[in-house]
């Protein structure tokens, strides 16, 4: 089946630092990517949406600039989080819809644990 | 966009009992529903889904339902063992249409009870 691939799987870095996350579809073209970030005991919440070879498309509220996005490929998308404070510790998570001739569904990478301290 | 809806937050039953989660979703061109279960610090897994042309949909243990003209969908779990005790949440997606991310509900603890 489709499998999208998210290193690393957990990381611990110094406040004020960058960190980036990479998911990458592994037998499937992912042409857009979804990432989620989710806070303790709490759901999934959509951050952005990325598509491959343009902008990325931001929820409200959430900051372009902190989060940088890039999908420079159809099986790779990344996520840049850009002068990391312990506020933005948290499990991320992308998502890629897939879809076959019959069906669709979608396939998530194995998540993020950030820790920023 | 869509907004959806999950009750309980929490759910304890006996094992062996059935468990019923409901959601409600507020866009009227979602079509796909689907349920996931969350162990901690995992990613979601995909129980079962059900697409808008379906009113219910079996899996074993595992059932899901569809009233879309109420706009809500239930997954029920009979014969409860405590290995299902995780959070499920519930999602909505117009899967084929412009918006196609999935919106998730706020997730139900369940437990079940030995």
């Known amino acids: 089946g489709a499998v999208v691939s998210q290193h690393p799987s957990w990381v611990i870095c110094k406040s004020g630092t960058s960190v980036k996350i990479e998911c990458r579809s592994l037998d499937f073209q992912a042409t857009t990517m979804f990432w989620y970030r989710q806070f303790p005991k709490q759901s999934l919440m959509l951050m952005a949406t990325s598509n491959e070879g343009s902008k990325a498309t931001y929820e409200q509220g959430v900051e372009k600039d902190k989060f940088l996005i890039n999908h420079a490929s159809l099986t790779l998308s990344t996520l840049t989080v850009t002068s990391a404070h312990p506020e933005d510790s948290s499990f991320y998570i992308c998502?890629?819809?897939?879809?076959?001739?019959?069906?669709?569904?979608?396939?998530f990478g194995s998540g993020t644990r950030l820790t920023v301290v | 966009g869509e907004n959806v809806e999950q009750h309980p937050s929490t759910l304890s039953v006996q094992e062996g009992d059935s468990a019923v989660i409901k959601c409600t979703y507020s866009?009227?061109?979602?079509?796909?529903f689907p349920w996931y279960k969350q162990e901690l610090g995992k990613r979601p897994q995909l129980i079962i889904d059900?697409?808008?042309?379906?009113g219910e949909k079996k899996d074993q243990r595992i059932a899901v339902t569809l009233n879309k003209t109420a706009k809500h969908f239930s997954l029920h779990i009979t014969e409860t063992q405590p290995e299902d005790s995780a959070v499920y949440f519930c999602?909505?997606?117009?899967?084929?249409?412009?918006?196609?991310?999935?919106?998730f509900g706020s997730g139900t603890q369940l437990t079940v009870l030995p």
């Open positions: 059900i697409r808008s042309n379906v």
């Open positions: 866009d009227s061109a979602s079509n796909y």
């Open positions: 998502s890629a819809r897939v879809r076959d001739r019959r069906t669709y569904g979608y396939t």
């Open positions: 999602a909505a997606s117009d899967a084929e249409g412009s918006a196609r991310q999935l919106t």
